[in-house]
């Protein structure tokens, strides 16, 4: 089965709505359609920037998605963003369970569960993040705690569900630290994730659900990720910011 590879920006709480438009101006102009056809793109701005980046890059092939979405459809909900109006908004898909959500935000595995059905009832593609942290590496609990994560999310998910779905590898001491994982150890994590799938669904649906790594991704880096067996793209956040990097990362991909 052939996965392809994706590339996925998470920008975070950064760039202003004309910084978002402008880089997306200038990703376009850098962006050679029969060059980068064996990628996917995939911009995660500010939840502000979602309407006037979908527009911009409306008929290019580069994808849109949020960084977070909250339950509901519509509703009396002080400032809550649901999967609905994301969608409206130009959003196909979102990342479910970012650690930083889970760290700063509170969401647990059962919030986590939630919002990934959420997000598919609102037709979305959930990104579902998953990772240990420092401390329960050091624990050897690497596989235990994203089997728990994941296990969390599986059982509310039917076939039709599960082939939406991308799972993002993101040890949580690699996120913006610029320490990573050997791409050994990564991709034995995605191969637990892509098993751990395979006993819910099946091995062939397992085979077409792709997982990213993602934690200091770099051009330097990116590719050596990406030929591990069971990694299919990264989630990248630092280097995406700047265009340079941004298209180094997808030069590095495309061959
Ligand atoms: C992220 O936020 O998902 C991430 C991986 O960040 P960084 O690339 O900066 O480590």
């Not at 998470?10 to 004309?18: D, R, S, Y």
């Not at 994982?181 to 799938?197: F, G, K, S, V, W």
């Amino acid at each position: 089965m052939m996965r392809r590879v994706l590339l996925a920006a998470n920008w975070k709480m950064f760039k202003t709505v004309p910084a978002a438009l402008a880089f997306g101006r200038e990703l376009l102009r850098r962006y050679d359609v029969d060059h980068f056809s064996a990628i996917d793109v995939m911009i995660f701005p500010t939840a502000l920037a979602l309407w006037p980046l979908s527009q911009r890059f409306a008929g290019s092939p580069i994808q849109i998605g949020a960084q977070n979405l909250d339950l509901g459809t519509e509703g009396a909900l002080t400032g809550a963003l649901s999967g609905y109006l994301l969608r409206e908004a130009g959003a196909e898909y979102v990342l479910v369970g970012h650690s930083e959500r889970r760290q700063h935000f509170g969401e647990d595995d059962e919030l986590v569960a939630t919002k990934v059905q959420a997000a598919i009832s609102a037709h979305l593609h959930p990104i579902l993040c998953v990772g240990e942290t420092a401390e329960e590496r050091e624990r050897e609990e690497t596989l235990a705690i994203m089997r728990r994560q994941i296990g969390a999310v599986l059982p509310g998910l039917g076939s039709q569900d599960a082939i939406k779905l991308t799972v993002a590898y993101e040890p949580v001491w690699a996120i913006g630290s610029g320490k990573v994982p050997t791409a050994q150890d990564a991709n034995r994590a995605a191969a637990a994730i892509r098993h751990q799938l395979g006993e819910r669904f099946s091995p062939e649906l397992a085979d077409r659900i792709r997982i990213l790594y993602g934690g200091s991704v770099s051009p330097k880096n990116v590719r050596e990720f990406i030929e591990a067996p069971d990694i299919d793209g990264a989630l990248v956040g630092g280097a995406s910011l700047n265009l340079e990097t941004m298209v180094a990362m997808m030069e590095s991909l495309a061959h």
